[in-house]
């Protein structure tokens, strides 16, 4: 099959288009011959072993363990092992690799328990922008309550898209953070207010909320503070700009808030996303109950996955970049 490989740690330059053997399921794993993967901040910091620290979570520390890059997909059942209860070949389905990767490939192969039907109205490539992105959306509005107000500080990048998007449909006001070029797509998602951070400064201008989603990591814990509520919730995704050096990278405000939280006044939460069936059978009915619409900056090949990488890498690609295999 074709997949797009990597042997050593660098810029999108180490990734190859290559012919390897597909990988075939057994026991209670499903082959999918995948139609369509997306791109995710998580691809390029493991392209690079980037920040360096993350190389001690298990991903290698000289060299990425894992060849082919890429989590989510959305694709067709091709084969099943034999312990297999839920799926049969020609199922459409949906989901994310996690660590394990390999998604930029013609063929993956998963435990069914990783696996759910594709949203019936979606299309490959919407299905495929869908698991890593929304998932961690999903994640970071956990706490949302109906009537709460929220900010989404990154709205218009491919979490943002859907945060904002599923925070409406949770019955919040939502604010969302952008730049110029980008306000009107993120009203056009439901945002109640968007703030143009070219010409305002959230932490500065006074308005408080319940709960602020923190997609970009560009600002200090002691500016998120200031645009809370007494008692309302931080929640820290791991941004990359300007958030440490290549030691820790977004690492570093993580590390601060897990050691901070304990002695916080409001709630400081950190984002983790281990991918998991029941958000994704989650993620399937507010997609088809119209919670959502994934929306699809770019789309590029399989042998033009370095491009993809790329300007995702550029952290202003608009809304999700898919790959279609
Ligand atoms: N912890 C986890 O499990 C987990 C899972 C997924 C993602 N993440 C992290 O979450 C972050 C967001 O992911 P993503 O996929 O949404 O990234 P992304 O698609 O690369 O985000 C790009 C967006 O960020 C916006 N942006 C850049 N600088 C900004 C600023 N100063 N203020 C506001 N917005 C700004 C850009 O908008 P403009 O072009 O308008 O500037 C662009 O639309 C990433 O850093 C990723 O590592 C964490």
Known sequence: MRAVVQDRYGSPDVLELRDVEPPAASGNEVQVRVHATSV???????????????????????????????????????AVGRDVRRFRPGDDVYGD?????????????????LVETKPANLTFEQAAAVPLAGHTA????????PGQHVLVNGASGGVGTFAVQIAKSAGATVTGV?????????????????????EDDFTRNGTRYDLVLDLVGNHSLTALRRALTPGGTIVLSGGGVSSGGSLAGPMWLIIRAKLLAPFARDRLLVLTTTPDRQILTALRHLAESGGFTPVIDRTYSLDEAPDAVRYVETEHARAKVVITV
């Open 97 to 113: 690799l996690g660590a394990a990767d390999g998604a930029f490939a013609e063929y993956v192969c998963v435990s069914e328990d």
């Open 40 to 78: 995710n901040a998580y691809d390029w910091h493991v392209m690079r072993g980037d920040p360096y620290l993350a190389r001690l979570t298990g991903i290698g520390v000289t060299a990425p363990r894992r060849k082919i890059r890429g989590r989510d997909f959305a694709g067709t059942v091709e």
């Open 138 to 145: 999903l994640q970071g509005l956990r706490t949302l309550q």
């Open 178 to 198: 952008c730049s110029t070029r980008n306000v009107e797509l993120v009203s056009s998602l439901g945002a109640d207010h968007v703030v143009d951070y070219t």
